[in-house]
């Protein structure tokens, strides 16, 4: 399948659907990230605290596709806050995965209590000049985290890595976003599987003859977010990719809306965590 893209506010594209390897160990990376390059995912979400760099990196070497085609995402941990930390770990990142730029690079939390995600962003624009981080984003930061970080530094991410899915849908954030160019990237897009036998999403899935994955993922692009499941079973690498042979219509749009839950998380509260 030819997977859409989505315009950053620096100018470069990123694939709507991705690959993410969270619980996913190095040996086990190296096999499912080539699995799913092979499967047609040209987007790979990693972190240093998954502890796979390593795997993805090999991965990505021994793919049948050039670094070029591929869209590689690390994340700086909460334990490297600040300037100068920021700039070793994400020097250690590429090490690992053996890359000498990653495509977006993430401030995974913004972590409660603390300012110092300030300096780490400042890290980060850095690394967007030197050309390592061809793009820079955040993940898991609140309206309020946003505003003080555009506020002090006149820089915007790119991207905003969330908890979204049906069951926790994040419509202020998102308005947010719209009004501030930052694209929406939902992690746990299937809401860590929890979803996958709500009623109203197994009645669609019947209706459209897909899976009740594939109705969420759908949903997901439909709404303009980047969205990346995790799956190391082959089937369904490829099943979460073959989602562009049915349309939704309005009801059935209102159908999965009415599934929001304010208490739906599935994830920790960026409020506290940290
Ligand atoms: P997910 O919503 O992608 O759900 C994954 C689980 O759903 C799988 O383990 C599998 O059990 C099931 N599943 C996947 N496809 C299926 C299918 N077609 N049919 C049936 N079951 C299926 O949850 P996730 O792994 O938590 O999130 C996806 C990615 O998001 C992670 O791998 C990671 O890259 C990223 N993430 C980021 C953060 C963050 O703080 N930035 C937090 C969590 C996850």
Redesign the pocket.
């Given at each position: 399948p030819t997977i859409p893209t989505v315009r950053l506010n620096d100018g470069n594209a990123m694939p709507q659907l991705g690959y993410?390897?969270?619980?996913v160990s190095n040996e086990e990376a190296a096999s499912v990230v080539g699995e799913a390059i092979r499967a047609g995912y040209r987007s790979i979400?990693?972190?240093t605290i998954y502890g796979n760099e390593e795997g993805v990196g090999q991965a990505i070497e021994a793919a049948p596709v050039s670094r070029e085609e591929l869209f590689i995402t690390t994340?700086v941990w909460n334990d490297r806050h600040g300037y100068d930390n920021t700039l070793r770990a994400f020097d250690e990142s590429l090490a690992r995965l053996r890359l000498d730029h990653v495509d977006l690079y993430l401030i995974?939390?913004p972590v409660a209590g603390s300012e110092a995600y300030l300096d780490t962003w400042r890290a980060l624009i850095q690394l967007k000049q030197d050309g390592r981080a061809k793009s820079i984003g955040v993940?898991?930061f609140m309206v309020p985290h946003l505003q003080r970080l555009i506020g002090e530094t006149g820089v915007t991410p790119s991207v905003n890595?969330i908890?979204l899915?049906p069951g926790f849908q994040q419509r202020e954030l998102r308005e947010f976003h719209a009004a501030n160019g930052i694209a929406t990237e939902a992690?746990?897009?299937?809401?860590?599987?929890t979803l996958?036998e709500n009623e109203d999403l197994v009645a669609l899935a019947r209706k459209f003859n897909k899976?009740p994955?594939q109705i969420i993922l759908r949903w997901h692009l439909d709404n303009g977010f980047i969205a990346?499941?995790?799956?190391v079973t082959p089937s369904?690498i490829r099943?979460?990719l073959d989602i562009f042979d049915f349309v939704m219509d309005a009801e059935d749009v209102r159908t999965i809306v009415r599934l929001d839950d304010a208490n739906g998380r599935v994830?920790p509260d960026p409020a506290v965590f940290g």
């Open positions: 993410g390897v969270w619980r979400d990693t972190a994340k995974h939390w993940s898991n890595q908890e899915h992690w746990s897009p299937l809401g860590q599987g996958l899976t994955a990346i499941p995790k799956s369904r099943e979460n994830g």
